[in-house]
């Protein structure tokens, strides 16, 4: 079974620009969190969608969105970007139904440098 | 507000030599517990999810445990391919609707052989 994938790998961008980062769950799974890690703050929860729905948000400024499609896949959008959204980027997805269904699966991320 | 505590933040271990790991949160309402081993550049690979006080896991040398405060996670007779960060995250249960976790900050496993 297939993991959880997440492109492109690696970007460098420069301040002020935006960047969108993909993300394609487990098959069946259809909860998409996503998540940012830096060595400062560790990781920290950015937003969820379910059902092409956000239902959760973290506390992040309005520059970080995203959306999810019907086949479950997600898309992460920065706009504007800072210095300081230099980060690993992570997308984890789970069933969000029934028992053990809250367990969730990490891809392997994007890095983003912002330049 | 929720919070999880790891500690140590670093842990240096000779081959074989076992010890613990733990994680100490305060949380509105426990739905489960997480642990996740993280490699330098990969994203955390899952290990384990408690549930309830008392509740233990295991796997090959890792075994997890679970109280009302904390929770530990025992390795046994280490090896170097166990040198990794070791994440501890909880889930609230009290947010109507709401999936994510909350991570600690990690501790750093280093095994020599």
């Known amino acids: 079974k297939a993991g959880v994938t997440q492109t492109p790998r690696y970007l460098i961008k420069t301040r002020g620009q935006q960047v969108t980062l993909s993300c394609s769950p487990i098959s069946g799974h259809r909860s998409v969190s996503w998540y940012q890690q830096t060595p400062g703050q560790g990781l920290q929860f950015l937003f969820e969608y379910f059902s092409e729905t956000q239902r959760n948000k973290g506390n992040f400024p309005g520059r970080f969105s995203g959306r999810q499609f019907s086949n479950s896949r997600s898309e992460m959008n920065v706009s504007t970007l800072e210095l300081g959204d230099s980060a690993l980027y992570l997308c984890?997805?789970?069933?969000?139904?029934?028992?053990?269904?809250?367990?969730?699966?990490f891809g392997p991320g994007t890095r983003l440098t912002v330049t | 507000e929720d919070q999880v505590t790891q500690s140590p933040e670093a842990l240096r271990l000779q081959e074989g030599e076992s010890s613990s790991l733990n994680c100490s949160y305060t949380?509105?309402?426990?739905?489960?517990l997480f642990w996740y081993r993280q490699d330098p550049g990969k994203g955390p690979e899952f290990l384990f999810t408690l549930y309830s006080a008392g509740e233990e896991k295991e796997k090959e040398r890792l075994k997890a445990t679970l109280t009302k405060k904390e929770s530990f996670l025992h390795i046994t007779a280490p090896k170097p391919e166990d040198s990794a960060t070791y994440l501890c995250?909880?889930?609230?249960?009290?947010?109507?609707?709401?999936?994510?976790?909350?991570f600690g900050t990690g501790t750093r496993l280093t095994v020599i052989p």
């Open positions: 995250a909880v889930q609230a249960a009290g947010q109507a609707g709401a999936n994510n976790l909350f």
């Open positions: 949380v509105s309402g426990l739905r489960g």
């Open positions: 984890a997805s789970s069933r969000r139904g029934g028992s053990d269904s809250y367990e969730q699966y």
